[in-house]
């Protein structure tokens, strides 16, 4: 199987201080689910920090979509960018933009025509539930549905990675389970999922998904899992 | 170079554009309405300078100085009547004795003073062309032997100090010019990076889905642009209107110098592509500052 994210040595040091993340050595695989675990202040953050492109490592090498991520020109940043999707915790929203704007972003972003991404972005919100608040502006919006447009915003584009950073933190366990329904559809359409968490009752909501665990800034790999290619989701359920 | 005039709305609403409602027009307005007069200024003095020069540089005067008045009169119309053979002189005109007074006028009076003075004959001499220094020596040897009173003053040597004066001036107005132009720059890259304070969260968003440095400078590009353009507007109409007062008053002095300061056609043109190119210092300065401080970014 193809590796579609890889990390050899890879450290990450903010300024003079000790390093936040340290050796982080593992594969993520196309269409592969992935629950990232750890305490506040492991560097759950930082790491997916990395694999959305918003930082390069002090050390090592990182390998995103069989390229050197490191030492690519930046001009190429944006190109790989718009493969990866980030449900950011505190959901960044623009402000000025109505939920269906917000949502439609990053395929305007893309160039994507007008006339192609009103059905899609209708969907999306309908999806999410929020057919009725295209028009809201975040402020007006509660916590939950600016959480679901983050999350409509970054899956929107059908990216190759998604990487969610505590994603059903501020939504009801019914609509924490409808995401990760969202969620799962796409991992069956082949996208591979990166899903930072504390809430350890989703972890059994997706069967085949691999668990990442970092302690101290230093992955756990107590399965040998992410050294190896994970069996194929519907191998799993 | 203007594609990021058509940019769509929903894009341009990323960065919101509220015309007027920020200093930077009025700051452009006020730019371009200084820039407007001291090249006004500049443009015009060039263009006395310009006709001033061109009419006294091929003008000459002789002065017949003799005491006896039949004998001035007499040896000034041979001179004149030899200078018409030259092919360097175009038109020879012996100033008639009331032409003199009214000369003189403004020093002595009104008192009939010809009689007790003598008055040196005066011959308004246009040249061809613009005579050399040998040609001049040679026209005095000439005119001497007709009248050994005689003397051949170039025009251009009265205006020569004035002349000079102006083109400080002009060299003064464009610095002037260019020092607003600095100050312009300097205005649109404080305007700038504080538009890129004020959105920095929306441009950071739009940087981790994948938009270009290209996608979002252009949107500050036409912000900036659309405010520099219309300040620059409001800056040209005010200067506009000084210009056309001052001109108005210029004409009613009706002295020969400060009649001749004017504008014509292609001033006007030029003070009218101002705001263009007010515009366009604005969104070359707006393009550098926003991919300057995005390359700052990953």
Do not use: C
Not at chain 1, 153 to 170: C, F, H, K, M, S
Not at chain 2, 2 to 21: A, C, M, Q, T
């Amino acid at each position: 199987m193809d590796e579609i994210v890889r990390f050899d040595n890879v450290g990450l040091r903010y300024g003079a201080g000790a390093e936040t993340l340290a050796d982080l050595n593992f594969t993520l695989y196309p269409g592969s689910f992935y629950f990232l675990t750890g305490a506040s202040g492991a560097g759950k953050t930082s790491l997916l920090k990395l694999l959305y492109l918003s930082q390069r490592p002090s050390r090592g090498v990182i390998r995103l979509f069989g390229e050197d991520a490191v030492t690519m020109p930046r001009e190429r940043l944006p190109g790989f960018r718009r493969r990866i999707g980030v449900v950011f915790q505190d959901f960044r929203l623009v402000p000025h933009l109505s939920a269906f704007d917000n949502i439609a972003l990053p395929l305007r972003v893309a160039g994507v025509r007008e006339k192609d991404l009103e059905t899609p972005v209708t969907e999306m919100l309908e999806w999410v539930g929020l057919g009725d608040r295209a028009s809201a502006r975040p402020a007006t919006l509660s916590g939950g549905e600016q959480q679901r447009v983050a999350i409509a915003r970054a899956v929107i584009g059908r990216p190759e990675i998604l990487v969610a950073d505590e994603p059903t933190g501020n939504v009801d366990p019914e609509m924490a389970i409808r995401l990760l329904q969202l969620f799962e559809a796409l991992n069956t359409l082949g996208t591979t999922i990166v899903v930072a968490t504390h809430d350890i009752h989703l972890l059994s909501k997706i069967p085949g998904a691999q668990m990442m665990r970092l302690e101290k800034g230093m992955l756990a790999d107590p399965t040998g899992s992410l050294r190896h290619p994970p069996l194929p989701h519907d191998q799993t359920q | 170079m203007f594609k990021f005039f058509v940019i769509p709305g929903h894009d341009r609403r990323l960065i919101p554009e509220g015309r007027l409602s920020g200093p930077m027009p009025w700051v452009i307005a006020i730019m371009i309405f200084l820039t407007v007069l001291t090249a006004a200024a500049g443009l015009a003095m060039t263009r006395a300078m310009s006709d001033v020069s061109d009419e006294l540089s091929s003008r000459a005067t002789v002065q017949i100085i003799e005491a006896n008045p039949q004998v001035r009169n007499r040896q000034a119309d041979m001179v004149a009547a030899r200078l018409r053979t030259l092919p360097l002189v175009e038109e020879v005109r012996v100033l008639p004795p009331e032409e003199i007074d009214a000369l003189i006028e403004p020093w002595l009076g009104t008192q009939d003073l010809a009689d007790d003075i003598p008055l040196p004959a005066l011959i308004d001499v246009k040249l061809a062309r613009v005579a050399t220094d040998a040609e001049y020596q040679s026209l005095r040897s000439m005119l001497q032997s007709i009248a050994p009173g005689a003397r051949v003053e170039p025009s251009s040597g009265y205006i020569a100090p004035v002349i000079s004066l102006v083109r400080s001036f002009q060299w003064i107005a464009f610095g002037l010019v260019g020092l607003l132009a600095l100050a312009t720059g300097a205005a649109v890259i404080l305007s700038a990076r504080s538009a890129l304070n004020t959105h920095t969260e929306t441009i950071a968003v739009v940087h981790l889905l994948g938009g270009t440095d290209q996608q979002i400078s252009r949107l500050f590009q036409r912000r900036i642009a659309l405010d520099a353009l219309l300040g620059g507007l409001i800056g040209l109409a005010g200067g506009a209107v000084i210009i056309w007062l001052i001109s108005g008053q210029l004409s009613a002095i009706g002295s020969g110098l400060v009649q001749s300061v004017g504008l014509d056609w292609w001033s006007w043109l030029i003070i009218a592509v101002i705001p263009i190119l007010g515009m366009f210092l604005a969104m070359v300065t707006a393009k550098l500052t926003v991919t300057g401080a995005l390359k700052k970014i990953l």
